[in-house]
């Protein structure tokens, strides 16, 4: 038989276990420590994002003509899945939106728009809970972070708040992101 001590010393065990096993979802921050240089400066990386990450979505900016702009976002897999676990974006997660130009012709009787050159990125980055950078890229639970792409090391963004809040401020009860436009983060 065993003894009420005992009892508690199990079950206390058992309780740790299951705690330790119920981790908090982050996102791959390697990737996201690797944009942020010490100072709080974001400079957008080279890494292989479209070949390893997840596509979320595309965006299309329409101009009288057809599509002016394509928009297509990615993230890492790790944040899909921690967003769909909790509903909320991990630490680390990133956000990285292509800006392509719209390429639209005629096909048959039809209008046609496709991806064109790569005009350049916005990102947004996580930072942690604790620690998080500072300065005019940082804020409202992001870092944000626009790039022209002859220059990924140099961001256009100068401050956050008046260049990137007023088209992200329709969703703020999705922490700044579309969400609406990516099936992934909705199922």
Request: aromatic residues 8%.
């Amino acid at each position: 038989m065993i003894s009420l001590p005992h009892l508690s010393a199990i079950a206390a065990v058992a309780v740790l276990a299951v705690a330790m096993a119920v981790e908090t979802p982050v996102a791959d921050e390697g990737a996201a420590s690797a944009m942020v240089s010490p100072d709080g400066t974001i400079e957008m990386t080279t890494q292989d994002y479209q070949r390893d990450w997840t596509m979320l979505g595309i965006f299309a900016r329409l101009d009288e003509n057809g599509v002016e702009q394509f928009n297509v976002v990615y993230t890492q897999p790790e944040t899909v899945t921690a967003y769909r676990e909790t509903g909320e974006f991990p630490e680390g997660a990133v956000i990285i939106k292509e800006l392509r130009q719209g390429v639209t012709a005629a096909e048959g009787g039809d209008k046609v728009s496709s991806l064109g050159v790569l005009k350049g990125w916005f990102t947004l980055i996580k930072p942690p809970m604790s620690n998080a950078p500072q300065g005019p890229l940082w804020g409202d639970g992001w870092g944000w972070a626009k790039f022209d792409a002859d220059a990924p090391d140099a961001t256009i963004t100068r401050n956050y708040r008046t260049e990137c809040v007023e088209c992200h401020s329709p969703v703020k009860d999705t922490d700044f992101i579309h969400v609406e436009g990516y099936p992934l983060l909705r199922n």
